[in-house]
């Protein structure tokens, strides 16, 4: 006679009861997690770029599904967007996109926006939310300005710490961060939800150039992802000083002091195609993730 196996049992419970709750429950998710040009980048011949099949990875982006009022929102607009927006959980006569938040004018963060003119959906006053600057780039720049003209876009200007409601249920706050801000300023943003609160920061300077702790910051929210996009700064072969970013390294020695629970808070996105975490060269992904940090995965849900 055969001894049912309980334990089995238990972790099918388990998974089925979470994704059951995730289902009812408003949650982010992360779309894509790779810099700018994509992986493989454009013109790469390096062995990181040489087994990557095009397709794996998308450019940073995370989704926010409000299944309460079954809307679906985007935090920036990727030049791979209408592959990531097919990831999302569909509703029966729901919009293709509710909204989309916009962190800057850097070409992974907003140039998703091409799919939403004439050639691609047309969109019907799809409202995208924009800092001053970056909504006075969009409206004064073609090819942006003729989404405006032709209404497939609906700007709302939005300002650094103002809360913008989506739901009695969900906040979102733009925070303004350091970054090289060419064309328009640069925001994170904070989303508040029900239970649950995370912190975007895909793209900034120094975190010791903000106005703000990053480690304080952190200790405020349940989850955050932040940029990752080099590790050490000695990937490349350029003057970093014209492209700086907080190495992984150098937050990793931010919080290794901190207790564990909150270096689990954090995912890192955002990954430049010569981060040794994108191909665990060396054991350097192990490493990070037996100290308690995380590498953000194209599909990870966080509730709400």
């Given at each position: 006679m055969k001894l049912f196996n309980f334990s089995v049992l238990l972790v099918f419970f388990n998974f089925f009861s979470n994704a059951q709750s995730l289902k009812e429950s408003d949650y982010i998710q992360i779309l894509g997690i790779v810099q700018d040009a994509g992986?493989?980048?454009?013109?790469?011949?390096?062995d990181c770029c040489k087994l990557v099949k095009p397709g794996d990875y998308f450019v940073s982006c995370i989704g926010l599904v409000d299944n309460s009022n079954y809307k679906r929102y985007l935090f920036d607009a990727t030049p791979d967007m209408h592959?990531?927006?097919?990831?999302?959980?569909?509703?029966?006569?729901?919009?293709?996109?509710?909204?989309?938040?916009?962190?800057?004018?850097?070409?992974?963060?907003?140039?998703?926006?091409?799919?939403?003119?004439?050639?691609?959906?047309?969109?019907?006053?799809i409202k995208v939310y924009a800092l001053k600057?970056?909504?006075?780039?969009?409206?004064?720049?073609g090819p942006w300005d003729q989404l405006i003209k032709l209404k497939n876009i609906d700007i709302q200007t939005i300002s650094d710490k103002n809360f913008i409601k989506l739901s009695k249920n969900i906040l979102v706050i733009p925070i303004k961060v350091p970054h090289r801000d060419e064309y328009s300023e640069t925001v994170g943003y904070k989303i508040i939800g029900k239970t649950k609160k995370i912190l975007f920061i895909p793209?900034?300077?120094?975190?010791?150039?903000?106005?703000?702790?990053?480690?304080?910051?952190?200790?405020?929210?349940?989850?955050?992802?932040?940029?990752?996009?080099?590790?050490?700064?000695?990937?490349?072969?350029?003057?970093?000083?014209?492209?700086?970013?907080?190495?992984?390294?150098?937050?990793?020695?931010?919080?290794?002091?901190?207790?564990?629970?909150?270096?689990?808070?954090?995912?890192?996105?955002?990954?430049n195609h010569t981060n040794p975490i994108l191909t665990n060269r060396d054991g350097?992904?192990?490493?990070?993730?037996?100290?308690?940090?995380?590498?953000?995965?194209?599909?990870?849900?966080?509730?709400?």
């Open positions: 992986y493989p980048h454009i013109g790469c011949e390096k592959n990531q927006l097919n990831l999302l959980e569909k509703f029966p006569n729901g919009s293709l996109v509710d909204g989309i938040f916009l962190t800057h004018a850097h070409i992974g963060h907003y140039t998703g926006l091409m799919y939403l003119g004439r050639e691609g959906l047309g969109g019907n006053k600057r970056m909504a006075a780039f969009l409206r004064k720049n793209d900034i300077d120094k975190w010791n150039e903000w106005d703000k702790d990053i480690v304080e910051e952190i200790k405020l929210v349940d989850y955050a992802f932040i940029d990752g996009t080099f590790y050490n700064g000695l990937e490349l072969e350029r003057d970093m000083s014209e492209i700086p970013h907080p190495s992984v390294e150098e937050t990793l020695e931010l919080f290794l002091n901190q207790p564990i629970s909150e270096r689990n808070k954090i995912y890192f996105i955002h990954i350097v992904k192990d490493l990070i993730e037996s100290f308690g940090f995380n590498i953000a995965k194209r599909g990870l849900k966080f509730k709400l």
